[in-house]
């Protein structure tokens, strides 16, 4: 069996779900300073919520977990009223925190949820997406190991005018932690940013297809489009989202292609340290454009 079959398949899933509690994390609006979020930036990330990022936890092939999403204490009433309608049906359970979030918080929330021996964590931010058999592909890569993050390093990436790229992350923010619970409060995949979990333990990376979709869009200022570009029918093939990704010609496609060439010949001119990682990104994106197709 290739290990696609296995991830798609899960195997193995139903017999070690009993040693197990997953949890699905998503911060929505906590704060890290004093300030809450704004009426107009509450509103803007509530129509990629609705959008895509529930309809994609709605159709995962395995319901072995739970979804918590993590809101301000301090609200409006008509945000109160927003949660409350999409969280009626159970797909997400809300956790309020009052003043400061930080990875202490999540620690004491995600003990009370579980009472396993192991404990899986995946995260996934309020505007992104996860492939409908992402968590069935995360569980099945339990081993009992005591301490492992898993890293899917296959995803996509849509920006808002609905044009479709294919990348890869080393240590994306759609990992997650497997880990055996020997004190009251675990770890949790929050413990730091993701893209410095390595130095805290090893970092299982998985071949797959694309496992994540990551919106690029005029308010998430730290990410930018970083793939190649692909047609509609790979995000359909692997993702349940309320938003469609526009056509694109054969000669579009190739256009594309030739100028992430170009702009990875020039990060290697810049800082000739990156050619080792970038050589590796490389050969990953022609294997994905093959596979994607024209």
Same mark, same amino acid.
């Given at each position: 069996m290739s290990l696609d079959?296995? /991830?798609?398949?899960g195997?193995?899933?139903?017999?070690?779900?009993v040693k197990f509690d997953h949890l699905v994390l998503t911060r929505f609006n906590v704060r890290s300073g004093s300030i809450p979020a704004s009426e107009d930036w509450l509103r803007h990330r509530l129509?990629? =919520?609705r959008d895509v990022c529930c309809p994609s936890i709605r159709s !995962?092939?395995?319901? !072995? +977990?739970?979804? /918590?999403? +993590? +809101?301000?204490?301090?609200?409006? %009433?008509w945000f109160d009223d927003e949660i409350r309608r999409l969280s009626e049906d159970g797909l997400f359970e809300p956790v309020w925190v009052e003043g400061r979030f930080d990875s202490g918080i999540v620690a004491s929330v995600a003990a009370k949820h579980s009472s396993t021996e192991w404990l899986i964590t995946s995260?996934?931010?309020n505007d992104d997406a996860l492939?409908?058999?992402?968590?069935?592909?995360? !569980?099945? !890569? =339990?081993r009992e190991q005591a301490f492992e993050f898993i890293n899917f390093q296959s995803g996509l990436q849509m920006t808002d005018a609905g044009e479709l790229f294919q990348t890869f992350d080393p %240590?994306?923010? =759609?990992?997650? /932690?497997?880990?055996?619970r020997t004190n009251e409060y675990p770890s949790c995949v929050y413990l730091s940013p993701h893209t410095e979990v390595g130095r805290h333990g090893t970092i299982r990376q998985v071949k797959s297809h694309p496992m994540w979709l990551q919106m690029i869009h005029g308010r998430n200022l730290g990410n930018a489009v970083q793939g190649i570009r692909v047609k509609p029918a790979v995000l359909s093939a692997y993702f349940d989202i309320a938003i469609t990704a526009i056509p694109v010609s054969r000669w579009r496609l190739l256009a594309s292609r030739t100028? %992430?060439?170009g702009s990875l010949a020039w990060r290697v001119i810049r800082k000739p340290s990156r050619i080792t990682r970038l050589a590796r990104l490389v050969r990953i994106r022609i294997g994905m454009a093959i596979k994607a197709g024209d």
């Open positions: 079959d296995e /991830l798609i398949s195997t193995g899933c139903e017999e070690i779900a129509h990629y =919520f !995962q092939t395995s319901r !072995q +977990f739970r979804w /918590l999403v +993590f +809101f301000d204490s301090e609200r409006e %009433s995260r996934v931010d492939s409908r058999d992402y968590v069935e592909a995360v !569980q099945s !890569q =339990f %240590s994306g923010a =759609f990992i997650s /932690l497997i880990e055996m100028s %992430s060439a």
